[in-house]
């Protein structure tokens, strides 16, 4: 008989270690704060010690946590590239990518019959998340511009596609009230209104805000009249050329950089290194094109 904890206070555990927060774990699991919270205290009562140690808001690991995070970190990578590789067995030969569902939708989904016309051999199978951590989905290939969750040692071997620039947009009409308008901002991405009042000295929509768990729905709501959202002018490249969006203040590169994550591990499909290839390229030409709707 296994004297082990259940497998679910490991996985609390290993997540809240590796992200510094309960808060993080959480998004990462798919659980409340209270919820991983109750796990941690379990395992903790299981083990006859603390694991952690209050740091600011965060919590960091004491010598018995990084002595169970050694074993239990090392003992989850093995299962993780182990089910991958079990998957892939299954599934077949090809290529699994996976991305945003705002990217895949907006921007990946439309632009692969180009790819195809060239490889229609090389079966691409996506994994759309929104989540910003998605190592578990066990893809070849992680497309994403921020990799700040992710160790260091994967951030060292991420492969740059192209840089990003964001800019807010409305929809036409809305310009002329949007200073002291309603600012739409997305749940994880935040920041990029800080980066982007810092580059251009620009404060817009000051007089409320409303927070969306995704990307296109911050899209929908500026096209609805709801407000001004800050996006990757590669998402809205549609609206603006049809005229349905605008984006008076233009867009400024901020810094993050369009990345290729592959995964580490294990023997990756041979299509991997044409398929980043035709990403850059593709994201170039299009980036040489001008944008409609847009003023400096």
Not at 191 to 197: D, I, K, P, R
Not at 219 to 233: M, Q, R, W
Request: aromatic share 6%; net charge positive; with cysteine.
């Amino acid at each position: 008989m296994r004297t082990l904890p259940p497998l679910s206070l490991l996985r609390a555990f290993e997540a809240t270690a590796r992200t510094g927060s309960v808060t993080r774990a959480a998004e990462e699991l798919h659980r409340t704060h209270g919820a991983v919270s109750r796990q941690l205290k379990l395992l903790q009562e299981d083990v006859g010690a603390a694991l952690f140690d209050k740091e600011g808001t965060g919590l960091k690991l004491n010598r018995h946590g990084e002595d169970l995070h050694a074993l239990v970190g090392g003992v989850f990578e093995q299962l993780e590239h182990g089910y991958a590789r079990l998957r892939a067995q299954v599934r077949g030969s090809g290529l699994h990518v996976a991305c945003s569902a705002t990217f895949a939708m907006r921007w990946l989904v439309p632009n692969l019959e180009d790819f195809y016309r060239t490889r229609s051999d090389i079966r691409i199978r996506l994994s759309m998340t929104s989540a910003r951590e998605i190592r578990t989905e066990g893809a070849d290939l992680v497309i994403a511009w921020d990799l700040s969750s992710y160790a260091e040692a994967d951030r060292a071997r991420a492969i740059p596609l192209a840089p990003v620039a964001f800019g807010p947009v409305c929809r036409p009409g809305y310009q002329r009230k949007a200073k002291a308008g309603t600012r739409i901002t997305h749940d994880f991405t935040s920041s990029a209104w800080t980066h982007w009042e810092q580059q251009t000295g620009r404060h817009i929509g000051t007089g409320g805000q409303i927070a969306l768990p995704h990307t296109h729905l911050c899209i929908e709501a500026a096209l609805s009249g709801l407000g001004v959202a800050l996006v990757e002018k590669r998402l809205v490249r549609r609206e603006l050329d049809e005229g349905r969006l605008v984006a008076p203040w233009g867009f400024v590169p901020l810094p993050f950089t369009l990345m290729a994550l592959p995964a580490a591990g294990r023997t990756l499909p041979v299509e991997l290194d044409e398929f980043v290839a035709w990403l850059r390229g593709r994201l170039e030409s299009q980036d040489a094109k001008p944008l409609a709707g847009v003023r400096g």
